[in-house]
């Protein structure tokens, strides 16, 4: 798929009714692993919640044709822009969808003055950690410094994420 086959745009209040459903079909990916056995894949984002994040004005969408696909949702802290979801339908996963939506975050993140990106993720699952790697992002490693990233971490391990796996990333913005 060419990137002319799919389109990005800033999310509108009405996209957060279709994002639960590509979450959910995303999670698929996280269903075999026996470290999320204890943890609920279907604990999806509400639209409500999702709707209070689009306002804000940094959320991303991507369409083929006239269907969603795939999308990001953010919220920003002070300076910083953290990524909470990013999610693509596997049948258009592997077609550079979600780059584009980091790239396209990273761009509108810089024109709007926040300093850097933060998301915390999988440290050993390709479409995790390496995936953001590439596209800028490294390993916090003195989450000290960055408590908010550091008690997000503690949040997940609390929901039943398994925390040896799990890292903190920062892109910083130029």
């Not at 943890?39 to 209070?52: A, C, G, H, Y």
Request: with cysteine; proline share 6%; hydrophobic share 45%.
């Amino acid at each position: 798929m060419s990137r002319s086959e799919w389109s990005l745009r800033l999310a509108r209040p009405e996209d957060a009714d279709a994002m639960p459903t590509i979450e959910l079909a995303a999670s698929v990916l996280f269903a075999d692993d026996p470290d999320l056995a204890d943890f609920d894949l279907d604990d999806l984002w509400e639209p409500d919640e999702l709707r209070v994040f689009i306002r804000k004005g940094h959320c991303l969408v991507s369409h083929v044709g006239e269907d969603m696909v795939g999308f990001l949702v953010t919220q920003p802290f002070q300076r910083e822009l953290h990524i909470w979801e990013m999610d693509v339908l596997p049948d258009h996963q592997g077609k550079g969808i979600g780059g584009g939506l980091l790239r396209a975050c990273q761009i509108d993140a810089r024109n709007s003055g926040f300093k850097a990106l933060t998301l915390t993720t999988f440290r050993d699952l390709p479409w995790n950690a390496p995936f953001y790697n590439r596209l800028g992002f490294e390993e916090v490693t003195a989450l000290d410094a960055h408590p908010r990233l550091a008690g997000e971490l503690a949040n997940e391990a609390d929901d039943g994420l398994p925390a040896e796996r799990r890292c903190a990333m920062i892109h910083f913005l130029d």
